[in-house]
Nanobody, 128 residues
C-alpha cells in the first residue's frame, strides 16, 4: 500500500521560512510527477507546486503564481522524499498542505484530478 506522509508543518511568523517533507512508502516507477496542494479554511484545495519525476526538459518544476519565487519543490530519490521549501511566508499561506502523486495524466500538473495518491496533510500557520 502506498503512503505519502507529510511533515514539517508548524506555526511561524510572517517572513519566516519553513520546509515541508513528503516521504513516500513506495516510490512507484509509473509515477510521472508529485505535487503540493493546500487548503485554507473555507476555501477549495489549490495547487502550490509540482515536480516532474520522469521525462521532459528543464528543471521540471511548476508553481502557482502566488508562490512563484518564494517556494521551491525538490526531491531526493534515494530518500523517496519530496520537499517544499517555503520562504518569505505570508499570512495567506496559512493552510493545510498536502502532497500528492500521479501515475501520469492528460491533465495539467495544477489539476487536482490529475493526482492518484494523497497524504494526510500538515498544518502551516503563519502569524503576523
Amino acid at each position: 500500500q502506498v503512503q505519502l506522509i507529510e511533515s514539517g508543518g508548524g506555526l511561524v511568523q510572517a517572513g519566516d521560512s519553513l520546509t515541508l517533507s513528503c516521504e513516500v512508502s513506495k516510490w512507484m516507477l509509473t509515477w510521472d510527477a508529485m505535487g503540493w496542494f493546500r487548503q485554507a479554511p473555507g476555501l477549495d484545495r489549490e495547487f502550490v507546486g509540482a515536480i516532474r519525476l520522469i521525462g521532459g526538459s528543464g528543471d521540471g518544476t511548476y508553481y502557482a503564481d502566488s508562490v512563484k519565487g518564494r517556494f521551491t519543490v525538490s526531491k531526493d530519490n534515494a530518500k523517496k522524499t519530496v520537499y517544499l521549501q517555503m520562504n518569505n511566508l505570508k499570512l495567506d499561506d496559512t493552510a493545510v498542505y498536502y502532497c500528492a502523486a500521479r501515475r501520469g495524466s492528460a491533465y495539467q500538473y495544477y489539476a487536482i484530478r490529475a493526482y492518484d495518491y494523497w497524504g494526510q496533510g500538515t498544518q502551516v500557520t503563519v502569524s503576523p
